[in-house]
């Protein structure tokens, strides 16, 4: 990070990197933002830079700062949470997000219409809050105001999220679309004709709409790629996504999940040119199996997030943050780290520079942080 210029009206910043303080300085990255997150870098190594400042509009760069320098060591991971889900919520997009302009909300007390709307997130490049009923939480409003949020989306239903916290939000000035289907297929279905449309994907994932699982462990990939989720039921696929399927040429879908949570005869009904179906034996080792997959191109991984896999509200803010990274979601049992994810969170012991912990110590017991951080030393 460097001071901003009030020289020079349209400036960019450029950032020098080189392994030694008089070695070759290699240029990174311009930016019109004066700071730069360097990933991923290995612990324990010392790092050179420089900056230098451009005014783009005469074509001039000035000469490179003084070097400075910086070395990474192991992360510490860091409880994000609240007094509830709703806070817990707030409190992961405030350590994660900044300025974003749009907003997503669904209901905190059930998981579809959530999960569904991750690859919305990734659309607008948004956190996802959580809201009860029929009143928006405690700071929600603020935190919309922090983030300069002027659009909302909402995730449901009026049945999920009345009209009251709707023209809540209407009368704080803020522009409001709501995805509401007659059902959590129908919802899904409509998050994922939007999503589709402005990102002109031909990709979807697919997952059971009747357990959270395996939602949870796609969701952050549903972000970071902008690739929406549709639900189908274990044994058939409801009307209201086969309809996105006839609409739109899919080409290629990710079935999260084995067969005994999807038939293998309703993948294979699937109006796609290819499906591949990833999982593993259970929740925790299919989100493994999903990250080996889906996050290949970006290990070494900077970050990691951390979620119990026995309930869905920490998981459903705590997915969409892992991926504003590209940084996948560990999902653990309350009791310890299962095999895989251990392995995992071994493997990124160098470069790793940040993890997150979501929910307080009634979801994951300090027992649980404490094995992460015993495996990044």
């Known amino acids: 990070m460097c001071e901003e210029t009030t020289d020079v009206v349209d400036a960019e910043y450029r950032f020098w990197r080189a392994s030694s303080q008089f070695g070759t300085y290699a240029p990174m990255i311009s930016s019109d933002d004066p700071f730069w997150w360097d990933t991923p870098l290995a612990n324990g190594t010392t790092y050179w830079y420089k900056v230098s400042v451009i005014d783009a509009a005469r074509g001039i760069e000035e000469p490179m700062s003084p070097p400075l320098s910086a070395q990474p060591v192991p992360a510490t991971p860091q409880r994000v949470s609240g007094a509830d889900r709703y806070q817990t919520a707030i409190a992961i997009s405030r350590y994660n997000f900044t300025e974003t302009g749009s907003a997503v909300i669904a209901t905190g007390a059930d998981y579809p219409d959530a999960l569904a709307a991750s690859g919305l997130c990734g659309l607008y490049d948004t956190p996802l809050l959580l809201t009860p009923t029929n009143a928006l939480p405690p700071g929600l409003l603020a935190d919309l105001e922090r983030l300069g949020v002027w659009r909302v989306f909402l995730a449901g239903s009026t049945s999920v999220i009345s009209t009251s916290v709707e023209n809540a939000l209407r009368s704080e000035g803020y522009s409001v679309t709501r995805f509401a289907g007659k059902n959590r297929y129908d919802t899904a279905a409509l998050i994922a ?49 086969s309809s996105v399927f006839w609409d739109r040429h899919i080409e290629f879908a990710v079935v999260a999940g084995g067969p005994n949570a999807i038939l293998d005869r309703v993948a294979a009904r699937l109006m796609v040119d290819e499906a591949v179906r990833i999982y593993g034996s259970n929740r925790y080792t299919t989100a493994i199996a999903l990250e080996e997959v889906l996050g290949a191109p970006y290990r070494p991984y900077f970050a990691l997030g951390v979620a119990t896999g026995t309930n869905f509200a920490d998981a459903l803010g705590g997915g969409v943050a892992c991926e504003s990274w590209a940084s996948p979601l560990i999902l653990t049992s309350p009791s310890g780290l299962v095999p895989e994810p251990r392995t995992l969170v071994d493997s990124t012991e160098p470069t790793v520079q940040l993890v997150q912990v979501y929910g307080g110590a009634v979801a994951l017991p300090e027992s649980i942080v404490t094995e992460v951080r015993n495996l990044l030393r």
Do not use: K, M
């Not at 997952?207 to 549709?230: C, E, N, T």
């Open 193 to 241: 004709r939007h999503v589709l449309a402005r990102n002109e994907s031909p990709e979807v994932f697919v997952v059971r709409g009747d357990d959270f699982a395996d939602a949870l462990a796609v969701s952050p990939w549903a972000y970071w790629y902008q690739v929406p989720i549709l639900l189908v039921q274990p044994d058939a696929i409801p009307p209201e996504t």
